[in-house]
């Protein structure tokens, strides 16, 4: 499932490519549709869940500003997925969003049994013509920036991470962060464990306790339930995807956000315009288009950390420094 770097950057290029073609003209998808398209969402967690509350609240958005309308099906078993994605299709839904990650040939033989659909799925591998596009939350360029706040934190030099699953989509996110974590501090240490679960707060906050009790003094939240470890055993946190900063105050330094909209918002209009194609969507979580951003709590970030992390966020937008990607699992170093 994994990729190697160049790999995954050639399928990003040539998804660009096919995006941009997409959005010039022809598809197979040539009827161009009016306000509002139907869209329907598939997802195999709750949509409180961090990744996919991001794909909730984008399409809401535009529900509200009266581009769709919109249904959605939660908590599905990856054996109950094809079905739920076949009913959709059948049921006449101009766009139908998921996350494919566990069911990728089942949902690619779906996607090409309607061709007059688009699918837009989050998967860790490229498009399928005619209809099917994919995305992913490449935040990995806000996630070194957190990385640089937390070196600079540490007191202990030791950083503990909790993942859901050793997949591309979260090693690139924990590598990222700990490039940025050793480019302000080269003697930090980290844990590093996954609970092979995307929704389970409490094995992450078991996992997160083990680590603490091991001396770690920050914490990366890539999973719900870190933070509520952190909180209560006075260490600090950074976030992943969301800002829960309101729900742990005084606690989360910084978070890694994911922003939806740029994507969910042209797909939309590539159906509307009878021009949407498989592409890969997933430049558009890059901070250039403001799918994705750092935030940071000012008050518990030195002011000299703070100058810093801004001159090199801004550096990552103007193109002058690139974050590098690596899918490999990361390991602990300590």
Do not use: C
């Not at 500003?65 to 009913?87: F, H, L, P």
């Not at 890694?256 to 159906?271: Q, S």
């Not at 940071?296 to 030195?302: H, Q, S, Y």
Request: charged residues 25%.
């Amino acid at each position: 499932m994994m990729r190697t770097m160049m790999d995954r950057r050639s399928i990003l290029k040539a998804g660009a490519g096919a995006l941009g073609a997409a959005l010039a003209g022809g598809s197979a998808l040539a009827q161009g549709k009016t306000k509002p398209i139907k869209v329907a969402s598939i997802y195999t967690v709750p949509v409180e869940q961090q990744w996919v509350s991001r794909i909730h609240k984008a399409l809401n958005a535009a529900k509200d500003r009266g581009d769709v309308t919109y249904k959605w099906s939660e908590n599905v078993a990856n054996n109950d997925y094809e079905r739920i994605m076949r009913q959709y299709a059948e049921e006449g839904n101009d766009l139908v969003v998921g996350e494919i990650f566990g069911v990728e040939r089942a949902a690619r033989r779906v996607a090409a049994s309607y061709p007059n659909v688009a699918f837009l799925m989050g998967s860790s591998f490229g498009p399928a013509k005619p209809n099917l596009s994919v995305f992913d939350n490449w935040i990995h360029e806000p996630s070194y920036l957190t990385g640089m706040i937390a070196g600079k934190a540490t007191k202990s030099n030791l950083i503990g991470m909790v993942g859901g699953y050793a997949i591309p989509e979260v090693n690139r996110l924990m590598h990222a962060f700990m490039d940025g974590a050793r480019a302000t501090n080269p003697n930090v240490k980290f844990l590093v464990t996954f609970i092979n679960s995307w929704y389970d707060p409490p094995k992450a906050k078991e996992a997160a306790f083990a680590m603490i009790d091991r001396g770690a003094d920050i914490m990366y939240a890539e999973r719900f339930g870190v933070s509520d470890a952190a909180k209560e055993r006075g260490v600090k946190v950074i976030g992943n995807v969301i800002d829960t900063s309101s729900q742990y105050p005084n606690t989360v330094l910084a978070s890694a956000l994911w922003h939806m909209e740029p994507t969910i918002d042209r797909a939309i209009k590539a159906v509307l315009e009878g021009r949407f194609e498989a592409a890969d969507y997933g430049q558009y979580s890059y901070m250039q288009y403001g799918g994705a951003s750092l935030v940071m709590d000012e008050k518990l970030v030195p002011p000299e950390v703070v100058a810093a992390v801004k001159e090199k966020e801004k550096e990552i937008v103007d193109g002058l420094f690139r974050v590098n990607v690596n899918d490999a699992e990361p390991k602990s170093t300590a």
